[in-house]
């Protein structure tokens, strides 16, 4: 009896329950239910709109992605094209610098070819005033030798003949 007794007093907490909530017991669990299913219902659409707002950030971040590595792509070839324009005028200025070089090496062998003429005519020029004035010398030397001039005058020679050589 003891199982049978347990049994009618589950059944008698059921019906006092019936009786003290009735319908409201039910309604309860119908709003119950119908909280779970709204609830089923929203969560399921916040999980597929956060899915697809999710991908939509995904998928921008992929073309930020591609359009980064499109510019910096891009720079490195500018980059590269500045390089190559850099190397094509540092060859410019190369070959103009070679070329004045030569030209300045040219000119200034001419130059120098210049002057070493000029100082080899001047060197022939000074040994032949130096040749005249010895000539002038000994001429006047012999006159005086010949004449017998005095000291004096001999003197007043040399001085006349430093006077030349001075100029």
């Known amino acids: 009896m003891p199982n049978s007794k347990t049994g009618s007093e589950g059944e008698n907490l059921s019906r006092i329950r019936d009786i003290l909530f009735g319908e409201d017991l039910q309604s309860i669990e119908s709003k119950l239910a119908i909280t779970k299913k709204e609830y089923s219902e929203i969560s399921d659409g916040l999980k597929k709109e956060f899915e697809e707002r999710l991908n939509v950030i995904e998928k921008a971040l992929e073309e930020k992605k591609l359009h980064s590595d499109q510019s910096l792509k891009k720079h490195i070839e500018d980059q590269s094209d500045t390089n190559k324009n850099i190397q094509q005028e540092i060859q410019t200025v190369d070959t103009y610098l070679k070329a004045e070089i030569e030209k300045l090496s040219g000119d ?60």
């Not at 002057?115 to 080899?120: A, E, F, P, S």
């Not at 032949?128 to 010895?134: A, F, G, P, R, V």
């Open 108 to 167: 200034l062998k001419d130059k120098t070819m210049e002057i070493h003429q000029k100082i080899t005519n001047l060197e022939e020029s000074l040994i032949e005033t130096i040749n005249n004035l010895k000539n002038d010398q000994e001429a006047k030397s012999e006159k005086i030798i010949a004449n017998n001039v005095s000291k004096a005058s001999m003197a007043e020679l040399l001085i006349e003949l430093a006077e030349k050589i001075k100029q």
